[in-house]
């Protein structure tokens, strides 16, 4: 079956760095665009970052433009998130998600959601 | 950015009723809406896409209308796994989602 697991969460001081990956597994990962979108605590989605099927275009969030990069290992079926300067308000869960098949626009449903890796961004 | 705002913010129901969710968008999203659902702890479900296409493996009470600013989410009987948070989401232009609909046991 389809399934995403995240990993590299974890509690950094402000202005450090963090990098999360998502390991695909059950669909051919290099023929869809991937996700990132977080949810801080008891608050709703916000979408952060897509990469296409093919990683030749990248979009982003305003909030997060500059400081985070997405990217993908199609050969390792993994997407990753590099954040740097990291803020407070960065602090939530961070879902991979997939995207559109052999999509480039980044205009997409999430189908399905990994089960989420928690940052915590705190002195 | 389209800014998408969901009525009511909370919905009290007992199980066995009808659940009727609003979202609307500050400009036309066409039909290009979805809905998701998500329960305390666990990662959002694709419901509904296209505005009114159930996911894979989606029950027929959950349905979904609406094209251009205005659409719903209709759950025909409530079961007791359907108490949750459902969030609208477009995708007509860079992805952005709705607050959310609780719906709680009353």
């Known amino acids: 079956q389809v399934q995403l697991v995240e990993s590299g969460g974890g509690v950094v001081q402000p202005g450090r760095s963090l990098r999360l990956s998502c390991a695909a597994s059950g669909f051919t990962f290099s023929t869809y665009a991937m996700h990132w979108v977080r949810q801080a605590p008891g608050k709703g989605l916000d979408w952060v970052a897509v990469?296409?099927?093919?990683?030749?275009?990248?979009y982003y969030a305003d909030s997060v433009k500059g400081r985070f990069t997405i990217s993908r290992d199609n050969s390792k079926n993994t997407l990753y998130l590099q954040m740097n300067s990291l803020r407070a308000e960065d602090t939530a869960m961070y879902y991979c998600?997939?995207?559109?098949?052999?999509?480039?626009?980044?205009?997409?449903?999430?189908?399905?959601w990994g089960q989420g890796t928690l940052v915590t961004v705190s002195s | 950015e389209i800014v998408l705002t969901q009525s009511p913010a909370t919905l009290s129901l007992s199980p066995g009723e009808r659940a009727t969710l609003s979202c609307r968008a500050s400009q036309s999203v066409s039909s290009y809406l979805a809905w998701y659902q998500q329960k305390p702890g666990q990662a959002p479900r694709l419901l509904i896409y296209d505005a009114s296409n159930r996911a894979t493996g989606i029950p027929a009470r959950f349905s979904g209308s609406g094209s251009g600013t205005d659409f719903t989410l209709t759950i025909s009987t409530l079961e007791p796994e359907d108490f949750a948070v459902y969030y609208c989401?477009?995708?007509?232009?860079?992805?952005?989602f709705g607050p959310g609909t609780k719906v709680d046991i009353e």
């Open positions: 998600a997939r995207g559109g098949y052999y999509d480039t626009s980044g205009y997409n449903w999430f189908d399905p």
């Open positions: 990469i296409s099927y093919d990683g030749n275009n990248k």
């Open positions: 989401q477009q995708r007509s232009n860079w992805p952005t």
